[in-house]
């Protein structure tokens, strides 16, 4: 069974930073997709970053481009989101997700469907 856990969230102020963690299990998979997506009250959920665990370029919405870095540890089935200077309209439920999909291979699109996710972890950033 397929599981995702995020960890990490939490309050700071604008400027700040906080490192998201997402821990996998239930799964052997070496090279898939994975991605970080947040969703802020009233609004829809957004594709943060995503990358193919097999390498190559992730992905980043300009939202967050030059201020976030996803990256990945493997031999822990772990994904983090280091988030540097915050800004309180990155305020939001952060959501881990998975796909494993293969006929995709290394398109890891947040746009593309994502079948696994984690229950969430909170950050707020205040002014």
């Known amino acids: 069974q397929v599981q995702l856990v995020e960890s990490g969230g939490g309050s700071v102020q604008a400027g700040g930073s906080l490192r998201l963690s997402c821990a996998g299990s239930?799964?052997?998979?070496?090279?898939?997709?994975m991605g970080w997506f947040r969703q802020a009250p009233g609004k829809e959920r957004e594709g943060v970053a995503t990358i193919y665990t097999g390498g190559g370029s992730p992905y980043y919405a300009d939202s967050v481009k030059g201020r976030f870095t996803i990256s990945q540890d493997n031999a822990k089935n772990t994904l983090y989101l280091q988030m540097n200077s915050l800004k309180p309209e990155d305020t939001a439920m952060y959501y881990c997700a998975a796909d494993f999909d293969f006929r995709r291979r290394n398109n890891c699109a947040p746009t593309l469907p994502y079948n696994y996710w984690g229950q969430g972890t909170q950050v707020t950033v205040s002014s």
């Open positions: 239930g799964y052997t998979y070496r090279s898939y997709c």
